[in-house]
C-alpha cells in the first residue's frame, strides 16, 4: 500500500458521514448532516487551533491494523504500543429498523477494548466551529460534555471518566469502556448496555441488507464494499446523494483543482441509482427519484447540481482558517457548477428512472402521473441537444456541443419512447422515438471524424475524451459497431497512462489534467469486455483493484505511477466504476456450481 495514501475509512447511517484514519481519529465530518459545518475538520489542516479532531491516543503507539467487520459499515481499529499492548477500537453509526422507520442519529459510537498488555490511553475529543475557526463553547455534568456547535449541541455521553477527557488526561485501560457522541440528548440508560445493543442491532441492519445484494460471482468482497459506501453517500431526509464527503482534496500534489463535493450532482447520483438496481437495491432509486420531483420545475428545467436540501444557490468561496489537504488550499465552500449548462442531466435522470416502469418487485411503480413528470425532461433534451454546454467535466470557461451531451438527451427521449410503449402510450411512443431518431442522426453525423476514423467528444472540434466509452452502455450504438470500437482503441492509445486513463488530455481552464481519473478507468475497462477484449479487461481490472486503500475504498484520482488516491473521498462515481466493471466481467454463478 502506498503510504501517504488516502488512508481513510468511513462509517455512516445515511444521515451523516465520517471519515477517520488508520489510528482511529475521526479527522471529517461535517454535522448534522454532510453539508454542514465540520466539526471535525482535521483532515483539511485547521490554521488557528490545534484539534478539529476525536481521537483514541495509545502511549508508546507503534502500528495499527483496521479492517470492517464483514459485510458491515462497522470499522475496527487495533492500536498497538512498543511494550505488547492492545487496544481494539470499534466505531459506528447506529442504524436499525424500529417502529416501522429507520432509526439513524447523527451519533458516532466507540467502544474500547484492552486486548493485550496494560496500554495506557487518552481520549481527546476537539471539536471545531465555523470551519475551523473557533473552539466552541463546552458544558460538562456527571458522564457527559457538551458543545455548542453553530447548527447543532454534540453531546458526548461515556463511561470515561469525564475529566480525564476534559482534560486528555492518560490513562490505564483496564476494561471496556464505551463513548456515545450524539445529539444533546440524555441517556436514560447504561451506556455498555446501550452501546451494545446498537452495535448488534447495526451489524444485523448491514448484513441483512448485504445479504439481499444480487452480487457477481467475482471480486464479491470489493463489490459488497463498494455497495455498502454508496448507500453511506445518500441522505435519507430528501433522497440526495452526494458526489463525496469531502471537500477540497486536490485532484493532485501542489494544484488548485480543489472542489467541494458534498451535493448532489444529478449526474453522479443517476450513476449510483443504476448501479444499486443492478445489485437488487432499489430503495435508493425511489428516494432518488422523491428527491428529483423535489426540484423538478413544471418546465422541467434542472441545474446539473443541487444541494442536499433542495437548495439551488451554492455560492463558492474560500476558506481561510483552513490550509487544505496536507496544507495544499485553498479550502471550498460551495461550488459554482449550479449555475452552469450541462445538458446531459436530462438524460441521466430519465435513465435513473426507467426500471421504476418496469420492476414489478417495486410497492409503488411508475405510472401515467410519473411519466408525466418526466415528459418535460424529454421536451428540454430535444430543444438542447444541440446547444453548446460546459459538458460533464464542467469546463468553466468554454461551451460546445458534447457528443456526450448530446447522446443523453437521446436517452431521454429513447427511453420516453421504452417507457410510453410499456404503459400502452402509442401516440407518445411514436412522439418520442422521432426526437431519439433526430438527435440519433445528427449526433452520428456531426460527431464522427472520418479522416481520423473516431467520434470526437465535441461537435465543433476533434479531440477525445473519456465519456465516448459510455455510448455503447447506454444503446447508443452497438458495441461491435466498427466506429465504436476505433474510438475505443483510439482511447486506449491517447487517454491510457499505464493502468489509468485521463478524462482527457487537452488543457482546461485549469492548465493540463496530472493524474487518473478513476471512473474513467473503469469505463475504459467496460469497453474493452464490450469489444471482445475480456482478457485484458480482467487483468487490468485486477491492476486498479489492488490501487485501492487498505478498506477498499476510493477516491476521484490516482496518481499514475504510485497509484496514490487524490481528489475527493470516498468518490462514489468511482465506487460506481468498480461495480458495473466488476458485473461485466465476472464468471456467471453457473460456471461456480
Known sequence: MHEANLHLGVIGNGSFGALLDQRARVVWACLPAFDGDPAFCALLSPREHEGGDFAIELEDFSHSEQAYLPNTAILRTVLYDTHGGAVEVVDFAPRWRQNGRFYRPVSIIRRLTPLAGSPRVR???????????????????????????????????????????????????????????????????????????????????????????????????????????????????????????????PEAPGTSRNWDYRYCWLRDAAFVVRALNRLGATRTMEEFLRYIFNIASHDGHLQPLYGIGFEERLEEHEVPSLAGYRGMGPVRRGNLAWMQKQHDVYGSVVLASTQLFFDQRLADPGNMDTFARLEPLGERAFALYDVPDSGLWEFRNRAEVHTYTAAMC????????????????????????QRADIIHAATLERAWRPESGRFS???????????????????????????????????????????????????????????????????????????????????????????????????????????????????????????????????????AS
Open 410 to 433: 437521446w436517452v431521454a427521449c429513447d427511453r420516453l419512447a421504452k417507457i410510453a410503449t410499456r404503459l400502452g402510450l402509442e401516440d407518445r411512443a411514436r412522439y418520442w422515438r
Open 123 to 249: 481520549v481527546r475529543m476537539r471539536p471545531l466551529a465555523d470551519w475551523g475557526a473557533r473552539v466552541p463553547e463546552h458544558t460538562w455534568g456527571s458522564n457527559h460534555i457538551r458543545w455548542l456547535l453553530p447548527e447543532f449541541t454534540l453531546r458526548l455521553t461515556t463511561d470515561v471518566p469525564v475529566r480525564f477527557v476534559r482534560e486528555g488526561l492518560p490513562f490505564v485501560l483496564t476494561h471496556r469502556m464505551h463513548l456515545v457522541l450524539g445529539p444533546d440528548e440524555p441517556l436514560a440508560r447504561s451506556i455498555p448496555g446501550y452501546v451494545e445493543e446498537a452495535l448488534a442491532l447495526t451489524r444485523d441492519y448491514w448484513r441483512e441488507w448485504v445479504r439481499y445484494l444480487s452480487i457477481p460471482l467475482d471480486w464479491q468482497e470489493a463489490v459488497i464494499r463498494s455497495a455498502i459506501t454508496l448507500k453511506l453517500c445518500q441522505y435519507e431526509d430528501s433522497g440526495a446523494i452526494i458526489a463525496a464527503m469531502t471537500t477540497s482534496i
Open 457 to 591: 467528444a465535441s461537435f465543433q472540434s476533434d479531440y477525445l475524451d473519456a465519456s465516448l466509452l459510455l455510448l455503447a452502455k447506454f444503446g447508443f450504438i452497438e458495441a461491435r459497431d466498427p466506429r465504436y470500437v476505433a474510438t475505443v482503441e483510439a482511447i486506449g492509445r491517447e487517454l491510457r497512462r499505464g493502468d489509468g486513463m485521463f478524462r482527457y488530455v487537452a488543457p482546461d481552464d485549469f492548465g493540463t489534467p496530472e493524474t487518473s481519473f478513476t471512473i474513467c478507468t473503469f469505463w475504459y475497462i467496460d469497453a474493452l469486455a464490450a469489444i471482445g477484449r475480456m482478457d485484458e479487461a480482467r487483468e487490468l481490472f485486477e491492476r486498479v483493484l489492488a490501487r485501492r486503500n487498505h478498506l477498499g475504498l476510493l477516491s476521484e484520482d490516482m496518481a499514475f505511477d504510485s497509484g496514490e488516491g487524490w481528489g475527493n473521498f470516498p468518490q462514489t462515481y468511482s465506487h460506481v466504476g468498480l461495480i458495473i466493471a466488476a458485473m461485466r466481467l465476472s464468471r456467471s454463478w453457473q460456471e
